[in-house]
């Protein structure tokens, strides 16, 4: 497939700090981007999307960035939360599918 | 968003049976919806889409044939893993398209362990 990751790289923070959860994607083409948490033994559940004519776009406690030259995504999540422990995928549609990244681990320190 | 669900959450059962996972759309008919597979550690991976109405459209290396799913309402989409085998354990999720097409809901996943 196209992201199968055979490893899950993992983000350790410290209760209360911010959190940036990085992303790259491959085709130049895709114009909408999609950042999904999900919980041990859950479904992945949206938190905030972007368009590719747009840079930046907050929501509650979350910041996604959109780096279109060097094909980058990010999310920030400011002060942390025990709750926000899991792990976070980006995903960019193309062509109506939606095609994820590798994901990233966030463990959240008490 | 869209809410999906999904039945059962968890299954087990013998090598060879087959077992059918139910995913709904509960507020919205969904003419789309679309079935992932994701393995322990690992990203979803899309397995195919399935249209209301008409065949499903399944990605590269899965076998229809294996994997059979029916779309007949706009709220009711069905996966069938066919004869399953050990190396069909995974965690099955369903997704909906919502009103905008482009955003993807999904569903809590389904367990399945073959023996």
């Known amino acids: 497939g196209e992201s199968v990751g055979l490893h899950l790289p993992t983000l350790s923070v410290q209760e209360g700090d911010n959190s940036i959860i990085n992303c790259a994607y491959s085709?130049?083409?895709?114009?909408?981007f999609i950042w999904y948490k999900q919980e041990s033994g859950k479904g992945p559940q949206f938190i905030i999307d972007?368009?590719?004519?747009?840079d930046k776009r907050q929501g509650q406690r979350v910041t996604v960035l959109l780096n279109k030259t060097v094909k980058h995504l990010s999310l920030q999540i400011a002060a942390t939360q025990p709750g926000d422990s899991a792990v976070y995928f980006c995903?960019?549609?193309?062509?109506?599918?939606?095609?994820f990244g590798q994901g990233t681990e966030l463990s959240v320190k008490p | 968003g869209a809410v999906v669900s999904q039945h059962p959450s968890r299954v087990i059962c013998k090598s060879g049976t087959s077992v059918k996972i139910e995913c709904r759309s509960l507020?919205?008919?969904?003419?789309?919806m679309f079935w992932y597979r994701q393995f322990p550690k690992q990203s979803l991976m899309l397995m195919a889409t399935?249209?209301?109405?008409?065949?499903?459209?399944?990605e590269q290396g899965v076998e229809k044939d294996k994997f059979l799913i029916n779309h007949a309402s706009l709220t009711l989409s069905t996966l069938t893993v066919t004869s399953a085998h050990p190396e069909d354990s995974s965690f099955y999720i369903c997704?909906?398209?919502?009103?905008?097409?482009?955003?993807?809901?999904f569903g809590p996943g389904t367990r399945l362990l073959v023996l």
């Open positions: 995903a960019e549609n193309r062509g109506g599918k939606l095609i």
């Open positions: 085709n130049s083409a895709s114009d909408y």
């Open positions: 972007i368009r590719s004519n747009m």
């Open positions: 507020d919205f008919q969904a003419t789309t």
């Open positions: 399935s249209n209301e109405g008409s065949k499903a459209t399944y």
């Open positions: 997704g909906d398209s919502g009103q905008f097409l482009e955003t993807q809901y």
